[in-house]
């Protein structure tokens, strides 16, 4: 509450590179302009098994990091308005690939890091870009807590691709009072940023084993390393 209470009254660094930034804005002007892209296939080289496709708005890296970082560790809860739009985008483009009505599945929190942030702040991002996502977004209806965490994975610091893969299997599962609105739904799992691709995967794993369709997933930003973001950077 001190934090958010903080970025309100006082003039605040910008989140993404640190610099003097207006204090009527959460990144500079140097920096603002790497959440504003186009949506576009984020897919990782190599992708797990069970991947929906991924879609991004922006690049996991540099400014994009650091703003998420300040959004969801340091509370910096200004930046939601830009996170927000930019996820927005990504999802109007999943939802496309849904092809009709759709559900949309946050990948939920762990306990733990819900009690550090004193919430989920990814619920909240959902539910902004879902309001905001404007007239030519296609129809969608949020499912906030449809997965819940089955069991505690291992530390994903310094594991491998594959080792993720192996390490969040079976990590999520459906909620119960959620199954029966799942079956033979479509759904769009949703994140704030993709990496090797493991979490989107399982949590897609979990929503088809209770009878959903899951062609496409959204998230604001993915790795770099992405061989796709790294034409379009060119």
Do not use: F, I
């Not at 129809?139 to 080792?163: N, Y």
């Not at 796709?228 to 950077?233: C, T």
């Amino acid at each position: 509450m001190a934090r958010a209470l903080a970025d309100l009254v006082l003039p605040a660094s910008c989140a993404g590179c640190g610099g003097d930034g207006p204090a009527s804005a959460p990144l500079c002007r140097g920096c603002a302009p790497a959440l504003v892209g186009p949506a576009a296939p984020a897919p990782p080289d190599p992708a797990p098994p069970g991947l929906p496709e991924p879609w991004a708005a922006a690049t996991y890296a540099g400014p994009v990091r650091g703003a998420l970082a300040a959004w969801k560790e340091d509370g910096r809860r200004a930046l939601e308005v830009v996170l927000a739009d930019a996820l927005a985008r990504a999802l109007r483009a999943a939802l496309a690939r849904a092809a009709g009505p759709a559900l949309v599945v946050p990948v939920p929190s762990t306990r733990a890091a819900r009690r550090r942030r004193g919430g989920d702040p990814l619920q909240r991002l959902v539910r902004r870009a879902l309001a905001t996502g404007g007239a030519g977004c296609p129809p969608a209806l949020l499912l906030p807590r449809a997965l819940a965490q089955a069991r505690r994975p291992a530390d994903q610091a310094g594991l491998g691709a594959g080792a993720r893969w192996a390490n969040l299997h079976g990590a999520l599962a459906v909620a119960p009072r959620a199954e029966p609105l799942l079956a033979g739904r479509t759904v769009v799992v949703v994140d704030d940023v993709l990496t090797t691709g493991a979490t989107l995967a399982e949590a897609a794993r979990a929503l088809r084993a209770a009878g959903a369709r899951v062609p496409a997933a959204a998230v604001v930003a993915a790795t770099p390393r992405r061989r796709h973001l790294r034409a379009v950077a060119r």
